[in-house]
């Protein structure tokens, strides 16, 4: 190859060309080097303050984590300093409960939509242009959505009320999510299932949601660990309760506003129970983006 002039790309021996970083001219090899010192200090400024806030928690929360007091007993009364925060692990899985019923149905359906029966309509492109919009909205936005439709006319704050928030919040995850997941699966499968007598219905249903089963599943997980640890939208919906709750159209205490309220009070065993907390509900973000991680490997497609 001729290597003079504006070619000095990899230098050439025999029949074989050197792709090692030695063939590479000397500009070359200085940008590489460059480039890869900064991909690591980008990557330790991004892990760095992550590893910092998960030794923090570990180490604040620890302590203040008695088994199994914090998970069967009520906070204690100011001055105290036995008790726990069960009914808040109780009260964020009823929102959580709520909000994933809510959305993963609506979610599905828009993203089914999307992919397989309105492509490149004007209602498809606004729905999509919704969902991008909805993405960017500040979670507390959220709650004060759910607080006009469902807490104003209800007349209360309830665990119904926190779960729509947490839905609105997790809608435009899961249609994403979903939407590229149906997009990946071979058009092949739709033309073998339209090609044996199937009708489009069916062969969404039957066909092309089963194989995008995996992916999907892994977009409800991951906008369910995105909307445990909000706090914002509950404060105006489920607001609080310092007692167990009987059912989601009553008032519930969620680990993120109890962390809240117990982080302000000027009390050393309600600072402690809010550390614990805090642990506890990294703990379940975590356990759920390890579902999302495991979830995503399946893939079939």
Known sequence: ?????????????????????????????VTEKVLTTLT?????????PLIWVLVSVFQKGVDALVFPDVFTKLPPPPGLTEGGFGHAIIGTLMTLGVGTLISVPFGVIAAVYLAEFGRGTKLAYLVKFSCNVLTGVPAILCGLFAYSIVV?????????????????????????????????????????????GATRFETVIQIVLPAAL????????????????????????????????????????????????????????????????????????????????????????
């Open 40 to 48: 690591i200090v980008f990557a330790a400024i991004v892990i760095v």
């Open 1 to 29: 190859m001729d290597t003079s002039g504006n070619q000095p790309s990899f230098a050439y021996e025999g029949n074989d060309f050197d792709i090692s970083a030695k063939g590479m001219a000397p500009h070359r090899r």
């Open 152 to 196: 104003r006319p209800l007349g209360s704050f309830s665990a119904f009320s926190g779960g729509v928030a947490l839905a609105v919040l997790m809608l435009p995850i899961i249609i994403r999510s979903t939407e590229e997941a149906l997009l990946l699966v071979p058009n092949d499968l739709r033309l073998a299932s339209t090609g044996i």
């Open 214 to 301: 995996t992916s999907i599943v892994t977009g409800v997980v991951l906008s369910v660990a995105r909307a445990s640890g909000e706090a914002a939208p509950l404060l105006f919906t489920a607001f609080n309760n310092n007692f167990w709750a009987g059912n989601v159209w009553e008032p519930v205490a969620t680990l993120p506003v109890l962390i809240y309220f117990f982080s302000i009070i000027p009390y050393k065993a309600s600072q402690s129970l809010a550390w614990a907390a805090a642990l506890v509900l990294l703990s379940i973000v975590l356990l759920f983006s390890i579902l999302a991680r495991y979830f995503s490997r399946q893939k079939k497609f």
